[in-house]
């Protein structure tokens, strides 16, 4: 078995909010270094990519559902455009994983507390292994808590037993 990593919905949209992404420009280089080690060592990759529906900021076939184009997909890379919030509920993802062999899932990308918590909670609960890469993914603040404190709760629970909790430089691209 094998691993990829996988970014989840680091579109343009995500960038126009306000308020903006918590260190929005920070988290798209780590993310885009991690594509770089991963593309270097010929790990798969694959991009979740969120359709909000009509009218949404992410609505399919506006300026918004494009990728960030720092860590865009290259030709060969699968998108798994999904409708709610996890990366494998009504999408091909889970199949296109087993497909390929792959058991373990390096996981980057927006919104913390969102898409990215979700999808790890939905590949573990399919049996997959977890590396939530602690400071490559992010959120904005809400209306109660500032965004790293979102951030840093869910690096906590998640982190606490559920999955590998890895910060940019100590995730390995060489399988284990």
Same mark, same amino acid.
């Given at each position: 078995?094998?691993?990829?990593?996988?970014?989840?919905?680091?579109?343009?949209?995500?960038?126009?909010?306000?308020?903006?992404?918590?260190?929005?420009?920070?988290?798209?280089?780590?993310?885009?270094?991690?594509?770089?080690?991963?593309?270097?060592?010929?790990?798969?990759?694959?991009?979740?990519?969120?359709?909000?529906?009509?009218?949404?900021?992410?609505?399919?076939?506006?300026?918004?559902?494009?990728?960030?184009?720092?860590?865009?997909?290259?030709?060969?890379?699968?998108?798994?455009?999904?409708?709610?919030?996890?990366?494998? %509920?009504? #999408?091909?993802?889970? $199949?296109? *994983?087993? &497909?390929?062999? !792959?058991?373990?899932?390096?996981?980057?990308? @927006?919104?913390?507390?969102?898409?990215?918590?979700?999808?790890?909670?939905?590949?573990?609960?399919?049996?997959?292994?977890?590396?939530?890469?602690?400071?490559? %993914?992010? #959120?904005?603040?809400? $209306?109660? *808590?500032? &965004?790293?404190? !979102?951030?840093?709760?869910?690096?906590?629970? @998640?982190?606490?037993?559920?999955?590998?909790?890895?910060?940019?430089?100590?995730?390995?691209?060489?399988?284990?």
């Amino acid at each position: 078995m094998s691993r990829a990593l996988v970014v989840i919905d680091v579109q343009q949209g995500m960038f126009t909010v306000r308020p903006p992404l918590h260190r929005g420009d920070e988290i798209v280089d780590r993310i885009a270094g991690l594509l770089r080690r991963a593309r270097a060592a010929a790990m798969p990759v694959f991009h979740v990519q969120h359709d909000g529906g009509p009218g949404d900021l992410l609505a399919k076939g506006t300026p918004g559902f494009a990728h960030h184009p720092a860590v865009a997909p290259q030709p060969g890379e699968p998108v798994i455009e999904k409708r709610h919030s996890s990366a494998f %509920h009504d #999408t091909g993802f889970h $199949a296109q *994983l087993q &497909a390929r062999g !792959i058991d373990h899932l390096i996981v980057a990308g @927006l919104q913390t507390e969102m898409c990215v918590d979700s999808a790890c909670r939905h590949a573990v609960a399919l049996g997959y292994r977890v590396t939530l890469v602690a400071d490559a %993914h992010s #959120t904005y603040d809400s $209306a109660v *808590l500032p &965004a790293q404190s !979102i951030i840093d709760h869910h690096n906590q629970t @998640l982190g606490s037993g559920f999955v590998a909790l890895r910060d940019t430089a100590d995730v390995s691209f060489s399988e284990p």
